[in-house]
Structure formats: structure tokens, C-alpha cells
């Protein structure tokens, strides 16, 4: 089993600031010894996009261009912790942010970025930015 919550979306402004979280804990999940935690949004009428990815073991952060340099992901001190730190939020971030987390590390923008990679998935938080 693997269980993922998030939590911290809300209404802002544009230009404010958000901090997203997920937990993931589990029997299944305590078990992986590498994994990958990512997080996607869709926004109304659109399609599931890449926003962020760290590895766990790897230590490494990647993030879509359209979030470079605003978000910020980082891990907790509880294994399957992490933060999505959003600042400079726009009207275009405006979407249900799901947390995501696969066994293993992945490293390559075209592996990380694909959805179907991805076996365990939160409920998603509504984050809803205006203008």
C-alpha cells in the first residue's frame, strides 16, 4: 500500500506565495529503498502536466520551464516528505496539483515528465491563483 496526501492549496493573488505538501507513508511504500516524488497539475480543460521531481537517494530536483526559477522543491526530515515552495504564483498555475511516486529514481526529462511512469498518486490540492 501506498498512500499519498497533499495539502496547502488555497486561493491567492497573483504574485503571492504557497507552500504545498505531500506525505507518502505506506506498507508497500516503506519498503522502497530509491524513489522518485513528483508533482503534476491539470488545469480546467487541460492535460496533466509535469511540474517537479526530486529523487530520493539522488538528491536531484528537476522542474518544467514553466515553473523554473518560482518553485522551489525540497524534502522533510520524514522519509516521503516533501515541499512544493511556489512563489510569484500566476493565473496560469491555476490547477489541482497532484503528488506522485514511483520505486524508482528517474533522471531523464522524458521518463520523469510522463504521467504513466508514476504508479502511486495523491488525491490532489486545488490551488486557484487570481488575477
Known amino acids: 500500500q501506498v498512500q499519498l496526501v497533499e495539502s496547502g492549496g488555497g486561493l491567492v493573488q497573483a504574485g503571492d506565495s504557497l507552500r504545498l505538501s505531500c506525505v507518502a507513508s505506506?506498507?508497500?511504500?516503506?519498503?522502497?529503498?530509491?524513489?522518485?516524488l513528483a508533482w503534476f497539475r491539470r488545469a480546467p480543460g487541460k492535460e496533466r502536466e509535469f511540474v517537479a521531481i526530486?529523487?530520493?537517494?539522488?538528491?536531484?530536483?528537476n522542474y518544467a520551464d514553466s515553473v523554473k526559477g518560482r518553485f522551489t522543491l525540497s524534502r522533510g526530515n520524514a522519509k516521503g516528505t516533501v515541499y512544493l515552495q511556489m512563489n510569484s504564483l500566476k493565473p496560469e498555475d491555476t490547477a489541482v496539483y497532484y503528488c506522485?511516486?514511483?520505486?524508482?529514481?528517474?533522471?531523464?526529462?522524458?521518463?520523469?515528465?510522463?504521467?504513466?511512469?508514476?504508479?502511486?498518486w495523491g488525491q490532489g490540492t486545488q490551488v486557484t491563483v487570481s488575477s
Open positions: 526530486i529523487t530520493w537517494t539522488g538528491r536531484t530536483t
Open positions: 505506506g506498507r508497500t511504500f516503506n519498503e522502497f529503498k530509491s524513489f522518485s
Open positions: 506522485a511516486t514511483d520505486r524508482r529514481e528517474y533522471y531523464s526529462p522524458r521518463t520523469y515528465s510522463n504521467a504513466t511512469m508514476y504508479d502511486y
